[in-house]
């Protein structure tokens, strides 16, 4: 009954070092996401992918990265970490790319850079 | 473009109070929306959403939402409030994508 797993929870990184954030999820979904929360901000679109193979931008892709491994998992890589990537960093999935359909968020990784 | 406003970051109620979470959307067709709580060191989970069946939305944990397209707008109620309903609330807005569009949330405090 897991739905969808983020690792690691929490991590503190120096600028300019990099990192994945992985996410997997266990519901058989074709669409995921990864998300950004910063204080007074809501949670804006990084990148999603639709389907195995696919990725595409959302509204703030700048700095990242990411990979949709296989159906399950979908990470997010920053290869050179900046101070204003300080943030909370959801991954959720849906079960299909649409717009009706409800998306299943993770616990989040909260990451600072200094 | 769509968007989403939420008026008022912070909303307090003493337990027991009516809970109103104000939610207005802007979209160029009929939109698709959703409210999503986030408790403390959670990720979001759903409460409700609005895919156009019916105006009126229930949710989980006896919150409900009612959609004016006159208003553009998408409240959530709640007729008494508890304590654990204390949390972030988000409003969201999806046209014809799969991308949702988040506003900035609202903080629930609930006194006793």
């Known amino acids: 009954n897991a739905g969808v797993t983020q690792t690691p929870k929490f991590q503190v990184l120096k600028t300019g070092q990099s990192m994945t954030l992985q996410c997997a999820q266990d519901?058989?979904?074709?669409?995921m996401y990864w998300y950004r929360q910063d204080p007074g901000m809501g949670l804006r679109l990084i990148y999603y992918s639709a389907s195995e193979g696919t990725t595409d931008k959302g509204e703030v892709p700048n700095g990242y990265n990411v990979s949709r491994l296989n159906k399950r998992e979908f990470s997010l890589r920053l290869e050179s970490a900046a101070p204003s990537q300080t943030s909370v960093y959801f991954c959720?999935?849906?079960?299909?790319?649409?717009?009706?359909?409800?998306?299943?968020f993770g616990a989040g990784t909260r990451l600072s850079v200094l | 473009a769509q968007s989403v406003t939420q008026l008022g970051s912070h909303v307090s109620v003493s337990e027991g109070a009516l809970v109103l979470l104000r939610c207005n959307y802007s979209s160029s067709v009929p939109p698709y929306l959703f409210w999503y709580v986030q408790y403390p060191n959670q990720g979001l989970q759903l409460l409700l959403k609005?895919?156009?069946?019916?105006?009126l939305v229930k949710g989980i944990n006896g919150f409900e939402a009612e959609f004016k397209k006159s208003e553009t707008s998408f409240h959530l109620t709640k007729p008494s409030a508890h304590m654990s309903d204390a949390a972030e609330y988000f409003c969201a807005v999806s046209e014809n994508t799969d991308k949702l569009i988040f506003g900035t949330g609202t903080r629930l405090q609930v006194f006793p």
């Open positions: 609005y895919t156009s069946a019916a105006t």
């Open positions: 519901m058989n979904h074709n669409s």
């Open positions: 959720a999935s849906s079960e299909a790319a649409g717009h009706t359909n409800i998306q299943y």
